[in-house]
């Protein structure tokens, strides 16, 4: 078990060191109380490494013990800042649901009712390391590798309000473009992105999302004739023109639209002349 | 922290010392260093881990009585249900609470095992299985059951 303990004498430390079997023998009886279980001195080893890892976690997430605290304040001190957090994940999350596109894919929906189930048995006075698993809705961004527990459903819950801004500040006719969209599609974002991208490449109005075969080859034209340098530089003032167009005014989400780039330039910066640019523009 | 869980656990033994006293029976210091490493064994053979002071204190407590427990047998036997205790909450998934257990198995051992640890420890499995499936009715058991 670790825990920060910088600006500790060695003798404080000591002190916290004889502070860590009581409250762990705590943590178990609480634990067990808590789910029903009869009392027990002993628990399995998987059950007591996440009970401790839970503490760990609480108490690093408050900054961690300070002078003249003992373990137990640190951890209750902790136990209330991921009180408050839990607060904030339950009204993002209302958010967005009440701002949710009808027109979401299943695997969205998914990721939304699991983040719910979370919220509802997240048990931060003993797990509170553990973080929402079973999210298979693939977001344009990469998660943060020591996002755990609340921050990690956190994270998520931003990003879907970020996608919500950006998918409801597109207020046009994306019947069209659902049509298009294969089967297998599980972000509708990304295409809504892309071809929106695309359509202010080719200076025209991205009202009207669906690219038709001129406008692929018009785009092959335009592309084909710049270096890479440049159409990485002409597809980022494409996307600041959408997020004006959109009205998208909050810098995080125009920050998460824009992640769509690097891939997006990645793709663009391959042979042109096959059917990529009809895959990537539907 | 593994020296001060020891430590602990050997304190927690010795203050116990004083329920045995009226029964004749006493831990040595060499005793209690011994049980206390039995525990650690027990502890990693079955999977366990224990932030207090163990069971010992519990067992102690709930055998001393015994009239099959002698001050030659006591260590060895302490040392022996320690042992079943550990792996008899491994194999009922901690279904039951450490009181249970712990009266269930005085029960045996005072009963048809007549004080023999060893046997207790084959015996009990079988009962304790079934009574984790079905439940245990002393009123509908007989010896049988523990052959």
Redesign the interface.
């Known amino acids: 078990m670790y825990f920060p303990t910088e600006g500790l004498s060695p003798q404080e430390q000591r002190q916290l ?2 502070q ?3 409250l ?2 705590r943590q ?1 009886k609480s634990y067990q109380k808590a789910q029903h ?10 059950l ?1 490494r996440e009970l401790m890892d839970s503490v760990s976690y609480t108490i690093d997430i408050s900054g961690g013990i300070r002078p003249g605290m003992t373990l137990e304040q640190a951890l209750r001190q902790g136990q209330q800042v991921l009180e408050t957090r839990i607060d904030r994940a339950r009204a993002l999350l209302k958010l967005v649901l009440d701002t949710a596109p009808s027109w979401q894919t299943k695997c969205r929906w998914e990721a939304l009712k699991e983040l719910g189930r979370y919220l509802k048995t997240y048990d931060h006075l003993h797990l509170a390391h553990r973080g929402p698993d079973g999210l298979f809705y693939p977001v344009l961004v990469s998660v943060p590798p020591s996002l755990r527990g609340i921050d990690l459903c956190l994270w998520y819950l931003t990003v879907l309000w970020q996608e919500n801004q950006i998918m409801l500040g597109a207020r046009w006719d994306l019947d069209a473009l659902w049509d298009r969209l294969p089967k297998d599609c599980l972000n509708q974002c990304e295409h809504l992105l892309t071809n929106g991208f695309g359509k202010l490449l080719l200076d025209e109005d991205p009202k009207s999302l669906v690219f038709s075969s001129e406008d692929h080859f018009r785009l092959q034209a335009l592309l084909q004739s710049a270096a890479p340098p440049e159409r990485s530089a002409l597809l980022e003032e494409a996307a600041r023109r959408f997020f004006r167009q959109i009205r998208l005014s909050d810098p995080a989400a125009r920050a998460y639209g824009s992640a769509l780039l690097p891939s997006l330039n990645a793709k663009l910066s391959c042979d042109l002349s096959g059917d990529l640019l009809f895959q990537t523009f539907l | ?1 593994n020296e ?2 020891i430590l ?1 656990a050997k304190e927690e033994i010795r203050l116990c010392n004083d329920l045995g006293k009226p029964y004749g029976l006493c831990l040595t210091e060499q005793d209690i260093t011994e049980l206390v490493e039995l525990r650690s064994q027990a ?1 990693r053979n079955t ?9 010992l204190p ?1 067992l102690i407590r709930a055998f001393c009585s015994s009239p099959y427990l002698d001050s030659y047998n006591y260590a060895e036997t302490l040392g022996l249900l320690q042992d079943a205790f ?1 792996y008899y ?2 194999e009922s998934q ?7 257990l712990i009266e269930f198995m005085v029960d045996v051992f005072n009963g048809p095992a007549h004080g023999s640890a060893e046997l207790l420890t084959t015996i009990s499995l079988e009962q304790l299985c079934r009574w984790a499936r079905n439940g245990f009715d002393n009123r509908f058991a007989d010896e049988e059951d523990f052959d």
């Open positions: 060191l004889l860590v079997s009581p762990m023998v178990v279980l009869g009392e027990s001195t002993s628990v399995p080893s998987d007591a | 922290m001060l869980l602990a502890l999977g366990r881990v224990e932030f207090g002071g163990g069971i519990k550990y909450k491994s901690d279904r039951f609470s450490d009181d249970d």
